[in-house]
Structure formats: C-alpha cells, structure tokens
C-alpha cells in the first residue's frame, strides 16, 4: 500500500500475551501503546476490535508465542487481519519467541513443517514486515516471503557474563545444530567452545553420549536459544560435573520452562541461569538462580530502525553479527 511519508506515525499495540513487555518497549519509543479490545465467546473464539484509528499508520503489533501457544498465534493472526481491513499503512509484526520454530524440517516421513505453516499464515493475513528474535534455525527466516529482522540477544548476555570476570571460562553448546550460535557467543568472550553429541530419541527427550572439547577445571557457560523442559541442560550439567568442571552457567533467550523445569534448575548444580524477558515467566517460576535481562531496549531501537528506514544490523555491527 502506498502511503505519504510526511504524514508518517508510529503506533504501537500488544496482543494479551505480554502487555508488560509492549509497555517497556513504548517507554523505549516515547510512546503509549494503543488501545484494542480484546474479549472471547463462550466456544472459545476470540474477538479483537483496535480501538483508534489505524489508518496510513506504520502499526507494530507485539505478540510472544508463550503459553497458551495456539491461542496466541490466533489473536495474532486475527490483530493482523483487522489492521489490514481498517486500512493500516504497514503491518509489522514483533514476535520476541516465534512459535513452532522446532518444527523447521522433516525429521520423518508425514511431519508437518510448522515454523513454515506460521509463516504462510502471517503473510496471508496481512503482514508486510516481522521483526523476530533469536529464533531456534535461522533458516527460518528463508520461510517469508516478506522482510524479516532477525535480532539477537547474544550481546546482551555476552555482556552480563563479562562483567562476572570469569578467568578461566570455556563456551558449550548442548547439541551441534546450536554450533554457530554458541560459537558467536563464545567469540564475544574470547573463549574457546566445546560441544555436546546429543541425540533426540523423542520429543522433549534427549541422550548425551560425548564432550568435544576441554572443560575440566572450567567455569562452563551452557549456551541455548531457549529452555524448555530443561532436559538436555539437566543431562549436560550432570556430564559436565562427571568431566570436573569448576562452576556451570546457563545463557538462553528464550525461558519456557516447561513442567517441573524449575524445580530441576533447583536442585542442580548449576551456579545462575541468565534469560531474556521474550517470555514472561509464570508466577511460580521463582529462583534466585534466575537472572531475567530485558529484550525490549533492543526491539525499541530495532523499531525505529525499521520505523526510519535505518538499518538494523548496524545495531549489531563490531559484534561478529552481521
């Protein structure tokens, strides 16, 4: 749709899966967030209806993929359905945990590819750009046929373990597929990597069989995009302690902690688990093993970024990023 850019405006809206984050990120902007009413029929189907004008307006709708997961994905689909119908200038969708993202490929036969599923149904309702945030395969951007700005929270946790000093730090990742990942992480440390041999017999199940690399007398920092059930970092941290490490850390973006995760976290060895607020964590995950940093200085200034036609990976620029 083509719109006048002197008569250019920002509006910023959040869907009801975490409206705090939305408010730290139009504190980041200057702005308030806008109003919507949002509400559900006895069957279940949701109702969303903005309550201010969106016209010609650059609109940035936040929406998490936290639980309950589905219903998110739909209110999201359905906010970016109606931005359209009332005539909005650009729709960007800001999704700090991009749901599905396990789902990138045919592991079997007759799988579904999900994470390509979500990104067909972004687009079809109406989406013109997404701004995302350490997703689980960066290939999943190849999955849009619209603009993507794929933002990292590396740095952000890179900077934190720095300023704990470790002298004698080694960088692990809990399987091969987050090689790259925690290699850029271990760089911004100047430490060395090592890697653990995993093996996914099911799903949220997982064996360790090997360490590649030097860990012993090392403080380690295991190094994920997300945690979940926390199985394999529980089963890393166990083959770690056997291979004499000094202390072990947890660095993730993304804190599901599904089920009984924290109660794991709890009685394990590990020192500190450092997480981004993509998430909001439930009310009875509560440690003091947990260190939450905020994602939403860095989607504010990606916003503006995209808002001025700036571009993003100057942000990450001198990080090894880009």
Do not use: W
């Not at 009413?37 to 998490?64: L, M």
């Not at 390509?116 to 997703?135: E, W, Y």
């Not at 993507?148 to 960088?171: C, L, M, Q, R, S």
């Amino acid at each position: 749709m083509k719109y006048n850019k002197s008569n250019k405006r920002m509006m910023l809206f959040s869907g009801s899966s975490y409206p705090g984050l939305t408010d730290k990120i139009a504190e980041g902007l200057g702005i308030n967030a806008g109003k919507v009413t949002r509400t559900k029929f006895k069957n279940g189907e949701i109702y969303v209806k903005f309550d201010e004008s969106v016209r010609g307006a650059d609109v940035f709708v936040v929406q998490t993929c936290c639980e309950p997961v589905s219903d998110n994905i739909m209110e999201l689909l359905i906010m970016i359905d109606a931005l359209k119908r009332a005539s909005a200038g650009v729709i960007n969708a800001v999704i700090p945990h991009y749901g599905y993202a396990r789902q990138d490929k045919k592991a079997e036969g007759r799988e579904s590819i999900s994470a390509k599923l979500f990104a067909n149904l972004l687009s079809v309702a109406g989406m013109d750009r997404a701004i995302l945030v350490d997703l689980h395969s960066a290939t999943i951007q190849g999955f849009f046929d619209v603009p993507v700005d794929h933002v990292t929270a590396i740095p952000i946790i890179a900077k934190y373990f720095k300023e704990k000093e470790i002298k004698n730090g080694v960088v692990v990742s809990p399987d091969v597929g987050g090689v790259k990942r925690a290699s850029i992480f271990a760089k911004r440390l100047h430490f060395p990597l090592a890697i653990l041999d995993k093996r996914r017999p099911a799903p949220n199940m997982a064996e360790i069989e090997h360490i590649v690399g030097d860990v012993e007398g090392k403080e380690v920092i295991i190094f994920d995009d997300m945690i979940d059930t926390g199985g394999t970092i529980l089963k890393a941290i166990d083959m770690l302690i056997r291979h004499r490490v000094k202390k072990v850390y947890i660095g993730a973006t993304h804190p599901i902690f599904s089920g009984n995760a924290i109660e794991e976290f709890e009685n394990s060895r590990v020192e500190e688990i450092v997480v981004m607020d993509t998430i909001p964590l439930n009310k009875e995950c509560k440690s003091d093993k947990i260190k939450v940093l905020s994602i939403a200085p860095l989607l504010a200034k990606t916003i503006k970024k995209v808002y001025y036609y700036k571009s993003v990976s100057e942000l990450f620029k001198g990080e090894g990023l880009v």
